[in-house]
T-cell receptor, first 111, second 113 residues
């Protein structure tokens, strides 16, 4: 059965810290891995990764995919209180064109 | 703003009733997805439409149904509502099913009393 596992489930850090969120997956016919940020509203798209080893970057956020070891990480540097959110990882596979979602990592940034 | 619109934003109704949630995808997107998110729960995929045709079904109850119209907007119908149906219902859209990059609407918060 296809699955996506995120760790940790929750994380509390102080403003200015760097955090690394993990997403591992087991899916048939992997096509892409996506990261979303969800505050108290709809998930917003962050990154889509399809190739191993190529870092995607947006401001203080960056992400990389390892297709051999079947995982991705999302890094946030110099965290701010506005980074507090649930970060969702999802994987797209050819088998059904649906996204398979992880449970999310709840990140709390303390001032 | 993702470009996906959903109405209404909030809905309060009683058990046993029927409601309809509406979604308009981003301009140019042909595929629409419906998700349910209960309090502190993950996203549960319900159903997907592509260009008017049902493409995939997830954990959708038989009391729930959906359709996508020729203008590509979609409606999710929830009937015989139960307390446990209280949740956020999101619509998302993508260009086509294999594009995977989905953009979410603001959601409809349904409260069943």
């Amino acid at each position: 059965e296809d699955k996506v596992v995120q760790s940790p489930l929750s994380l509390v850090v102080h403003e200015g810290d760097t955090v690394t969120l993990n997403c591992s997956y087991e899916v048939t016919n992997f096509r892409s891995l996506l990261w979303y940020k969800q505050e108290k509203k709809a998930p917003t798209f962050l990154f889509m990764l399809t190739s191993s080893g190529i870092e995607k970057k947006s401001g203080r956020l960056s992400s990389i995919l390892d297709k051999k070891e079947l995982f991705s990480i999302l890094n946030i540097t110099a965290t701010q209180t506005g980074d507090s959110a649930v970060y969702l990882c999802a994987v797209g596979a050819d088998s059904n064109y649906q996204l398979i979602w992880g449970a999310g990592t709840k990140l709390i940034i303390k001032p | 703003d993702s470009g996906v619109t959903q109405t209404p934003k909030h809905l309060i109704t009683a058990t046993g009733q029927r409601v309809t949630l509406r979604c308009s995808p981003r301009s140019g997107d042909l595929s629409v997805y419906w998700y349910q998110q209960s309090l502190d729960q993950g996203l549960q995929f319900l159903i997907q439409y592509y260009n008017g045709e049902e493409r995939a079904k997830g954990n959708i109850l038989e009391r729930f149904s959906a359709q996508q119209f020729p203008d590509l907007h979609s409606e999710l119908n929830l009937s015989s509502l139960e307390l446990g149906d209280s949740a956020l219902y999101f619509c998302a859209s993508s260009v086509y099913p294999g594009s995977y990059e989905q953009y979410f609407g603001p959601g409809t918060r349904l409260t069943v009393t």
